[in-house]
């Protein structure tokens, strides 16, 4: 079984920013892609930002120049810097993990979300 747990989320003034860690953890091979996701209230869950093993990076148009993401693959952890932060940016942000089990069955995996609140 593989598990993904986030941390850093909390509330925010507008301009200012947050760090989300994700780390990635159980019967691991390998990971090919780490993203983040979010879903504000009454919204569908979007992407953000992925991650691939190679280091290629994918962006939501709405935080690209705003969001960095980044990997520690050494420790299976991804994390998304996130600056100058908008109250539309308030959401429960998901963490997703993709890859190969040690059983070599592939995996989806995806964390339990934490809260990012902007407001002033």
């Known amino acids: 079984q593989v598990h993904v747990v986030e941390s850093g989320g909390g509330l925010v003034q507008p301009g200012g920013s947050l760090r989300l860690s994700c780390a990635a953890s159980g019967s691991i091979l390998s990971i090919g892609v780490m993203g983040w996701y979010r879903q504000a209230p009454g919204k569908q869950r979007e992407l953000v930002a992925q991650?691939?093993?190679?280091?290629?990076?994918n962006y939501a148009d709405s935080v690209k120049g705003r969001f960095t993401i980044s990997t520690d693959n050494a420790k299976n952890t991804v994390y998304l810097q996130m600056n100058n932060l908008k109250p539309e940016d308030t959401a429960v942000y998901y963490c997703?993990?993709?890859?190969?089990?040690?059983?070599?069955?592939?995996?989806?995996?995806w964390g339990q979300g934490t809260q990012v609140t902007v407001s002033s």
């Open positions: 991650i691939t093993s190679s280091g290629f990076t």
């Open positions: 997703n993990a993709q890859g190969l089990k040690v059983t070599k069955n592939l995996f989806n995996s």
